[in-house]
């Protein structure tokens, strides 16, 4: 099955992104670094890509829905991944960014602001409108390792700074680097609900904000957040759950051509991961053309009342907590039709995503043991018709 998103390499582990400011970073996601010690190179020869192409990702239809979904809107809100190991969650993540057209961002800016945008919240761009100079950046994906202390997340006072010159300064944590990209949360169920708790509210605002050790910060920190787990290991509190946009399942495929499809491919990547990544660049560029199609779509598209009422009655009939759960699927709905060119949100599009917008919502029935996903499937067959 698919393990890494990236060939691992001596000098980049497969966790190592490049930050923004680093030299050695390529023109786009996932270049190989130059190892250590190598000479300086006269003429910077294009570097082979190493990350898995999107659009060579066999099965796993409705997570890569999900992820394309929460890339044309990031206010659906963040992707719970629940399943086995070794089912490309990673690799899905990585590939969809890599795909995505690399961003302008300011120079030195430890957020990676739109240098088109107002400064904002951003304590290093506000106050220097001008001279915002730019550069190309390819879209960050953040890992955050379960072990990651609270500062190591949100930023702390930079030590150093403040012993040896006697300065306040702020050493900006994962959330900053992860800002316009992806945070991505392995095991999440694993991680502590505290810091679950404060990465949902953080991605759902958009500002972390940092107040102690007399620090004072507030920086954008706009971010589609993807945690996987497996619920065998360890479950998500419930309040937890539902604050997450879309929840899928992954499994590993069971059919046999399959199976055989996803060994193919990752044994043709890994023995040779520039011609595979070239014999998938046409592919993935039309993903992206359509992404950013969608994109700019999304705020034309208008929402029929008939749609509406048909995503409140869905959600009155299986009985979700509160709005939030018409809200993600009205979000979600739209975004799946903006990326298929639609001119209109239909029943249709709520029929695809209502399984991952609101599998996650139900509460317990003690009358009913059928799995959450077969409720949703009974309940838009009742509601929305076949
Ligand atoms: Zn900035």
Do not use: W
């Amino acid at each position: 099955m698919i393990v890494n998103g990236t060939t691992r390499t001596a000098s980049l582990p497969s966790h190592a992104h490049p930050r923004p400011e680093s030299p050695e970073r390529g023109a786009s996601q996932g270049i190989l670094r130059r190892p250590r010690g190598d000479p300086e190179p006269s003429i910077m020869a294009p570097a082979p890509p190493i990350t898995f192409p999107f659009s060579a990702i066999v099965g796993q239809d409705e997570m890569r829905r999900a992820l394309m979904i929460a890339a044309v809107d990031p206010s659906v809100g963040g992707v719970l991944v629940f399943g086995d190991r070794g089912t490309g969650k990673s690799t899905a993540i990585r590939g969809l960014a890599a795909l995505l057209p690399p961003m302008k961002a300011v120079i030195g800016c430890p957020y990676s602001c739109d240098p088109a945008k107002p400064a904002g919240e951003c304590p290093h761009c506000s106050g220097r409108a001008e001279g915002r100079r730019s550069h190309l950046a390819p879209v960050p994906v953040v890992d955050l390792p379960l072990g990651a202390t609270e500062d190591r997340v949100v930023g702390a006072l930079d030590l150093e700074r403040a012993l040896t010159r006697g300065e306040k300064a702020f050493e900006p944590g994962l959330l900053a680097r992860a800002n316009r990209g992806f945070l991505y949360i392995d095991e999440v169920n694993l991680l502590d609900d505290h810091l679950v708790d404060l990465l949902l509210d953080v991605a759902a605002s958009g500002i972390n904000t940092v107040e102690r050790e007399g620090l004072s910060i507030r920086h954008p920190a706009k971010f589609v957040l993807v945690g996987s787990g497996n619920p065998e290991e360890g479950e998500l509190r419930p309040q937890l759950l539902d604050r997450f946009g879309l929840a899928v399942e992954v499994t590993t495929p069971t059919d046999l051509p399959t199976r055989i499809d996803v060994v193919r491919r990752r044994d043709a990547y890994e023995r040779d991961p520039a011609g595979f990544c070239a014999a998938y660049a046409k592919a993935d560029r039309a993903l992206q053309k359509r992404l950013t199609a969608a994109r700019a779509r999304l705020p034309t598209l208008d929402m029929p009342d008939a749609t509406l009422e048909a995503a409140a009655r869905l959600c009155l009939a299986l009985g979700t907590d509160g709005l939030r759960g018409e809200l993600t699927l009205m979000r979600t709905a739209r975004a799946l039709a903006a990326y298929e060119g639609a001119d209109t949100v239909g029943i249709d599009h709520l029929r695809q995503v209502a399984p991952s917008a609101l599998r996650h919502r139900l509460r317990r029935n003690p009358l009913d043991e059928s799995g959450s996903t077969a409720r949703v499937a009974r309940a838009v067959t009742e509601v929305l018709g076949s």
